[in-house]
C-alpha cells in the first residue's frame, strides 16, 4: 500500500506553480502503463489556465483548494474547495478564479484486455 499527502503535495505545486512564468505546475499522483485509472494534482495561479484541449477519455476534477472554471463551448461550471466536477468529453478549458489546485482523474483503457467475441 502507497499513501500520499495530498496537503503536502499540494503545496508543494502551488509554489512550484507560482515559480514558473505559466503560473502551472502538474505531478502524476498515480498511473502508468498498466493502471486504468491516472491522476494527476495540477495547480494553477489566479488568472492562468489549461487553454481549450480534447477530453482524454471519461474524466473528473476534484477541486483541493481555490476556485476554478471549467468551459465547454458557451458553457461553464465554477468549482471550489471540496466540488467534485464532470469533465465534458467536448473540447474544454481550465481557468484558475484565484490561486488552485486539483485532481485530475482520467479513466483509461486497460491495456492488458482482449476484445472478446
Not at 512564468?21 to 494534482?41: F, H, I, K, P
Not at 468529453?89 to 467475441?117: K, Q, W
Request: hydrophobic share 35%; proline share 3%.
Amino acid at each position: 500500500m502507497d499513501k500520499i499527502s495530498l496537503r503536502t503535495a499540494t503545496k508543494e505545486q502551488l509554489a512550484s506553480a507560482r515559480s514558473t512564468s505559466s503560473g502551472r505546475s502538474s505531478v502524476s499522483m498515480l498511473g502508468g502503463s498498466r493502471r486504468r485509472l491516472r491522476q494527476t494534482l495540477i495547480a494553477l495561479t489566479a488568472g492562468n489556465s489549461l487553454d481549450r484541449h480534447e477530453s482524454p477519455g471519461e474524466a473528473s476534477l476534484i477541486v483541493l483548494t481555490g476556485h476554478i472554471r471549467l468551459t465547454a463551448g458557451d458553457d461553464s461550471v465554477e468549482g471550489t474547495s471540496g466540488d467534485l466536477l464532470v469533465v465534458p468529453e467536448e473540447p474544454h478549458s481550465l481557468e484558475a478564479v484565484e490561486d488552485s489546485a486539483v485532481i485530475l482523474t482520467v479513466g483509461t483503457s486497460d491495456p492488458t484486455a482482449r476484445a472478446s467475441g
